[in-house]
């Protein structure tokens, strides 16, 4: 890593980022030993613990974590404009780090990711998913991707699919055997399987027709927290479920799962890549920008 004077503040963001000072030092390409002395340098100076040590875990004080907030965009934006001044704004170099949810890295990896590595071999991805919508710039990201409605207001927001659809599905036996829904309340009578998210809770089915928007709470047969493993539970005929219309195309084209309710099935806004818009846009996320715009919304 290279030294300068902001070193103690790169170690504090990365132990920040990591909740350990192993995991940061390795990142950081320091010794354990420099980054502990590092962060107790800073907090003497400041006169103020920044982390909650334990034999077995690492965490922001709440001084810490004001402290985090303040400094990430600071940083973020003098390592920009040093990188803009040493390559130039047309050779996109260093790391370009990404936090997506669960699942879409792999969605995006050959249709994006990939061509981005291949154009510019210069610059490295770090691509994080994460459950849970998180504060892309106080984490050290250069950008997110989440649906349109996650994207916090204060982003900028670049389209990344098209509109997206979840339909409520199952397969012909399934529905043999429990009858076909006509209505939401109908579904009150079935097993569903479900989205078990990141705080525990379950995910609630929302569906709309002319304005009416019902949020349900269905009997549960099998709680799982990633999408491919719900479509297979409902392949298997567990249960029914509700499930990104891009994920099944291949099976409702071939029948091996029927939708059921789409009038309650509306399109909503899809993907979008965000970024804040008050620092200075580095180079390589740039590049990304206008390679999806290149693309277009095909994904």
Known sequence: MHRTGLTELEVVLAVARRSSFRQAALELGMSTTAVSHAVAGLEARLKVRLFNRSTRSVGLTDAGQRYVERIAPALAEIKSAGEQASTGPDMPSGTLRINVPQ???????????????????????????????IDIV?????AGIRLAESVPQ????????????????????YLARHGT?????????????????????????ELERN???????????????????IKQAVLLGLGIGFIAESLISEELN???LRPVLTQWCPSFGGLRLYYSGHRFVPARLRALIDLIRELGLAL
Not at 154 to 173: F, H, N, Q, W, Y
């Open 103 to 133: 699942g879409v890295a792999t969605l995006l990896l050959g249709p994006l990711f990939s061509q981005y590595a291949q154009r510019y071999p210069g610059v490295r991805l770090d691509i994080v998913s994460e459950p849970r919508l």
């Open 254 to 256: 071939a029948g091996t």
């Open 211 to 229: 304005g009416q928007k019902l949020r349900l709470e269905l009997p549960v047969r099998m709680a799982l927290n990633e999408a491919p493993a």
């Open 181 to 205: 829904p006509k209505h939401p309340r109908d579904l009150l009578k079935h097993q569903s399987i479900s989205m078990c998210m990141a705080h525990g809770g379950l995910y609630h089915w």
């Open 154 to 173: 204060d982003m900028i927001a670049v389209p990344l699919s098209r509109d997206l659809r979840m339909l409520v599905v199952a397969t012909p036996e």
């Open 138 to 142: 106080a984490q050290g990201f250069d």
